[in-house]
Structure formats: C-alpha cells, structure tokens
C-alpha cells in the first residue's frame, strides 16, 4: 500500500479542541506530604525549605529508597488535592484532559520507576476514572499547537513552551493550602493562557 498524508475535513478544523495535560505530583495529588510522613518528619519544618526551592530528594537523599521499599502503596495512599475535581472539570471546558506523569529515571532506579508507574495508574483509575493517562519524563513529546501542560516542575513547563505547546507553572500546593494563591485566580490564569 502506497503512503499518503492524511488530513482532516474541512469543517472539522473550524475548531480545535485543547489537549490538556496536567501532572499527577504535586497538581492533584500530595506525594510530598506522604514522603514527609514515611520520613517521619513534620510538615511544617520540610515543606518551606521546598517552596524555597530545595528538592525533597536533595534534602533527604533516603527518600528514594524508603519509596522503593514501599513499592506501589507509597504511590496508591496519595491523597488528591481538595481542587483536584474542579480542575479537571474546568479543563474538560477545553477539550480533551490526561494525567501527564513522570515516574522517574528508568535508567537510574528502574525498580522505583516501574512501582511509581504502576501506583500511579491505580491511583488514577480509583481518583480519576476515565482519564487517559501518559507515562513519560519526556514531557516535552506531547507539545503541540492547541495543548497546554498545567505542571509544578517549571522545566517541565519550559521544555513544554520550547517544542511547541502551551504551559502553566502551578505553584506549590502549600501556597494553595495556606490561601497565599487562590484557586480561582489560578484557574483563570489558566484560561487566559490557553485563551492567548
């Protein structure tokens, strides 16, 4: 058989629906603070030295481990953020909406990888029924014209804007939590920047 490029009917391109991606960690469920727990650490001495800018990881290289050793528990007792349903319901607003989650460095920790992977596949289908999910530390894959990525990671978002797609740098979830961010603000920051 002969290759040709396809494309679509004309009136199928009057409008093109988003493709929203937004992240597992840190956007709609709290891996932080289950890492703090199995530390057994308080929250409120880690978590300003993350706002800060210091990985949880850099501060306590043992993390990686303890998480290995939990395998798929630590990543199925997430808990869901209370505005993880209202964002995906605004974003369903603009088209079609996946979890976009990195489990890791195959290449450094494939066991811890692979447990994260798997947890988090679980954790979305009980949280999140439905909702497609892509599995993948290479973000950057899935830019394109009309996708916006909505991530914690600002080089996630960088890389993102670089091959092509749009991004919104969600900030940490404490700022959120503690009302130094407002969801609705963030919400509409977000429909701006899809709506640009």
């Known amino acids: 058989m002969e290759a040709k490029t ?18 597992l960690d840190g956007v709609v469920a709290n891996w932080e603070r289950s890492a703090i727990k199995l530390l057994g650490f308080k929250e409120e001495l880690v978590v300003p030295e993350i706002v800060k800018g210091k990985k949880l990881e850099e501060l306590f290289p043992q993390i990686n481990q303890l998480i290995e050793d939990e395998g798929i528990d630590f990543w199925l007792g997430l808990e869901p953020f209370y505005w993880t349903q209202k964002l995906f319901e605004e974003m369903k607003r603009y088209g079609k909406v996946a979890i976009l989650s990195s489990g890791g460095n195959i290449h450094r920790n ?10 988090k596949s679980y ?12 599995l993948t530390r290479e973000k950057h894959l ?12 600002y080089e996630k978002v960088r890389d993102f804007v670089k091959y092509g797609g749009a991004a919104f740098h969600w900030p940490h979830w404490s700022l959120i939590e503690s009302g130094k961010k ?15």
């Open 6 to 23: 396809l494309y679509p009917a004309r009136e199928e391109t009057k409008f093109i629906p988003y493709r929203v991606f937004i992240d």
């Open 110 to 119: 494939p066991k811890r990888v692979a447990n994260a992977n798997c947890g």
């Open 123 to 134: 954790w979305v289908n009980k949280h999140l029924p439905e909702t497609p999910l892509i």
């Open 142 to 153: 899935c830019a394109q014209r009309n996708s916006i990525l909505i991530d914690d990671n």
């Open 182 to 196: 407002d969801l609705t603000t963030l919400l509409f920051q977000i429909h701006q920047t899809i709506n640009f």
